[in-house]
């Protein structure tokens, strides 16, 4: 195993999207910026020194950080931002997974800028991966671009409690592609040769959109997710969730040609569901053969509201069977049933320009909104044992019990009390390796919406998912126990739920919240406090000597 080792500059970066010269932070001048590649076991050393204007974290979307906690990354969870001028490094081994991750900052909304891929390679070489071996591989990394500050979006919608203004184009590996005004030249392009393979390593950076991915007149074959390998699974489509990534296999099979790659918004909601951007990136497959200048096909697109190929894409896909794969523990330790979803709250002082009659959004889980706190992270707190930062008081269960996906239900006023959150800090205290179960329901309180829920620190099974009200008896039948996929994100299917069980084998504080940016700051996640182990191999080490403090 090696050591690899990156600098990451965080700083002012001058780019041209849409007909204007804008200002974004970015690493190293690049956009979307450097991509890691390690194997297997090996350690990844990453100096991070902040020379923007802003505070940062970087978080390693997928990284298990074994006995590591202190490099997870997400702001006041575990780490104080790295302040302007400071640094930071992160260092952690990276064994046990394989596959696409990526890294992308965990404060305010500045992952839309900040973020790149992180391969894993099986060590011992590319004869290790369970797939035939690509001719050539590349990142597909799909964007979203403001043309405003990403910080002033992210801060206006804190201040006001409503929803942030939307996004002006979607990219792949940063281009808005020729749909887009003044876009042409920027427009990312990926050059093929007749009857090769090629494996896309796709990634969701996008804020708050979960996206529909084809390329016209090609198939894929889905060989991995979440640096999970699945069983090998044949789509024209590929749908991603923010966070989520998907290892695709194409073919170069078609006329020597030009055709258009394209992604678009899934978004699915209830009535009074939330303004999308509704635009289309596209990017370019040139095969090198190609002869003439007419235009590329351009592949047909599911509707934005197309929850069956979505729900198709997330429920037909399993997990490898292969020996040294994990398998599903069949014991449970913790029972959970966790609603989630948007709510209402009574301003708070610092949000000044808020409808105070109106209230502002909250998310929440189990009527819990989760309050980030300010001092102390929350690792910190844990590790000295620093009293009033948090408590381990987060519920198993929701309030009460009510129809949780009728919206007509939900009007009732004796549901009133339930529209409002709870503010708080609290955690759910796990044994070390204690098998988790979750029921994650979604609540249509204020309407049903696409949640992307990721877990730091532990992949998870997906045993089961369905629309409407959770029902065990009737859910029973449906679990895979044999061969479910694992993943660090779910897309809890619109107006439904899905059941995750995982085993909390590595100790520290570790969040699980909406991978959409417009519902983190509202308080749609919570966190589990996971005990150090019997062993000195199961203990988490003291903090580096640089670790960011207050
Ligand atoms: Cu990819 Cu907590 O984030």
Redesign the pocket.
Known sequence: AAIVEHTFNVGNLTVSRLCEDRVITAVNGQLPGPTIEVNEGDTLVVHVTNESPYNMSI?W?GIFQMLSAWADG?NMVTQCPIRPGNSYTYKFNVTGQEGTLWW?A?VSFLRATVHGALIIRPRGGPKRCPFPQPHHEVPIVLGEWWKANVVDVADEAFLTGGNPNISDAFTINGQPGDSYECSEKHTYMLKVVAGKTYMLRIINSALNNQLFFKVAGHNFTVVAVDASYTKPYKTDVVVIAP?QTVDALMVADAAPGRYYMAARPYISTGPQGPPFDTTTTTGIVKYKSAHGSSPPAMPTMPLFNDTATAHRFFTEITGLLKPGLPTVPLVVDEQMFVTFGLGLAPCEPSQVRCNRTAGSFAGSMNNVSFRFPTTTSLLEAQYKGVSGVYTADFPNNPAALFDFTNLTVNTDPSLQPLRSTVKGTKLKKVKYNATVEMVLQNTAILGTENHPL?L?GFNFFVLAQGFGNFNATAAASSYNLVDPQVRNTVAVPVGGWAVIRFVANNPGVW?L?C?LDAHLPFGLATAFEVANGPTAESTLPPPPPDYPTC
């Open positions: 978080h979307h997400p992308h965990h966070g990721h730091h969040i919240h991978h």
